[in-house]
T-cell receptor, first 115, second 114 residues
Framework: EAEVAQSPRYKITEKSQAVAFWCDPI?????LYWYRQILGQGPELLVQ????????DSQLPKDRFSAERLKGVDSTLKIQPAELGDSAMYLC?????????????FGQGTRLTVV | AQSVTQLGSHVSVSEGALVLLRCNYS??????LFWYVQYPNQGLQLLLK??????LVKGINGFEAEFKKSETSFHLTKPSAHMSDAAEYFC????????????FGAGTILRVKS
């Protein structure tokens, strides 16, 4: 069964260091999402791509976070420098289209701990 | 803007008992509503969704939910809880013009007692 792949599953980094997460969506899915889930809260959208273009990054802290999806397939989310408050689960999801109501399939996430 | 409120951060039921997880939403336009389940250190799996049409929606693993516009609610139920239902459940909403962006509630942790 096709699934969204994320790596690494776990990451521990020191504050002020750079960290990157990778996501490979389900083949053929044009829309890719990065969500952040802080412990005890629901996921919050950071950025949404349609193919290689960003369609929503209104909640992305652009002073330290960046995201790219250069060829419209896999994607990388980077944090530089990491802060203690960035400790969270980072979830990648993909959907066939960005049309309203289209099911989004989630990866297993990357759990980031900043020390 | 849209928002979701899940009443009760923790719900405990006995095995075989009715499961009821509450969700209320706020949306200025007709919403699409979703329930997702998350097991520890895993991603989210879709249980069911309401888009248009029939207001009683059936999902996987015996769960169902009913969209009640007058009450702005989308509560999740299952007639008989199983131990394997223990997990965290998230209600989410999306609506135009925000496209397929999901806005999630804070989640409800379901505990099933033997």
């Amino acid at each position: 069964e096709a699934e969204v792949a994320q790596s690494p599953r776990y990451k521990i980094t020191e504050k002020s260091q750079a960290v990157a997460f990778w996501c490979d969506p389900i083949s053929g899915h044009a829309t890719l999402y990065w969500y952040r889930q802080i412990l005890g809260q629901g996921p919050e959208l950071l950025v949404q791509f349609q193919d290689e273009s960003v369609v929503d990054d209104s909640q992305l802290p652009k002073d330290r976070f960046s995201a790219e999806r250069l060829k419209g397939v896999d994607s990388t989310l980077k944090i530089q420098p990491a802060e203690l408050g960035d400790s969270a689960m980072y979830l990648c999801a993909s959907s066939f289209t960005g049309a309203l109501g289209t099911e989004a399939f989630f990866g297993q996430g990357t759990r980031l701990t900043v020390v | 803007a849209q928002s979701v409120t899940q009443l009760g951060s923790h719900v405990s039921v006995s095995e075989g008992a009715l499961v009821l997880l509450r969700c209320n939403y706020s949306s200025s336009v007709p919403p699409y509503l979703f329930w997702y389940v998350q097991y520890p250190n895993q991603g989210l799996q879709l249980l069911l969704k309401y888009t248009t049409g029939a207001t009683l929606v059936k999902g996987i693993n015996g769960f169902e939910a009913e969209f009640k516009k007058s009450e702005t609610s989308f509560h999740l139920t299952k007639p008989s809880a199983h131990m394997s239902d223990a997990a965290e459940y998230f209600c989410a909403v999306s609506a135009a013009p925000y496209g397929n962006k999901l806005v999630f509630g804070a989640g409800t942790i379901l505990r099933v007692k033997s």
